[in-house]
Nanobody
């Protein structure tokens, strides 16, 4: 199993920056894809950015050029650097990891952190 813990959320003014971190523990060797989702009040959870592989990163169109995903496999951490934040970025941000074929017993299982709140004031 994999455990995920997020940190770095908070209150920031529009135009400001925040850096979110996710630390994975447990059977991290099982992780294939890893990324960030967010959920705003009254809206469905949406994918923000994801490592589909070490060299393949996908970003949601609305965050391209403003958010940067990075990963340190040695430390089992993944960061989301967010700049030029907008009020519409306000949401609870969740770290997500999916188990891959290296651990067939968990293949396809999705793991979630508890989330960290990002509030962007106008």
């Amino acid at each position: 199993q994999v455990q995920l813990v997020e940190s770095g959320g908070g209150l920031v003014q529009a135009g400001g920056s925040l850096r979110l971190s996710c630390t994975a523990s447990g059977e991290t060797v099982c992780i294939s894809a890893m990324g960030w989702y967010r959920q705003s009040p009254g809206k469905e959870r949406e994918l923000v950015a994801i490592f589909r592989s070490d060299d393949d990163i996908w970003y949601r169109e609305s965050v391209k050029g403003r958010f940067t995903l990075s990963r340190d496999n040695g430390k089992n951490t993944m960061d989301l650097e967010m700049i030029e934040l907008k009020s519409e970025d306000t949401a609870v941000y969740y770290c997500n990891a999916e188990a891959g074929a290296k651990c067939i017993q968990y293949y396809g299982v999705a793991y979630w952190g508890k989330g960290t709140l990002v509030t962007v004031s106008k």
